[in-house]
């Protein structure tokens, strides 16, 4: 079977509410259906998980500006292998 490489970029955030992250994820899904999108408000890190291909992480970033939420990117990111059904 074939592999697919799959990026998962990880986000440092400042939403602290499950709504608002609800309309981030809406405002990323809308922009970004390809991707995978879920956060954990849990961390104190509130973090965005976005998986991808390749994910856009500057445009990831701009979405989250205009909905006026700081994100910022983990300096590391994380390469996971998948094999396509």
Sequence with gaps: MKQTVVIVEIFRTDVKSTVRA???????????PEYRI???????????RVEGEFPDVDGVIRVMAALNVNCERFPDDCVVFRENP
């Design 38 to 48: 879920n956060f954990d408000l849990e961390d104190r890190d509130r973090i965005l």
């Design 22 to 32: 609800e309309e981030c994820m809406e405002a990323l899904c809308a922009r970004f």
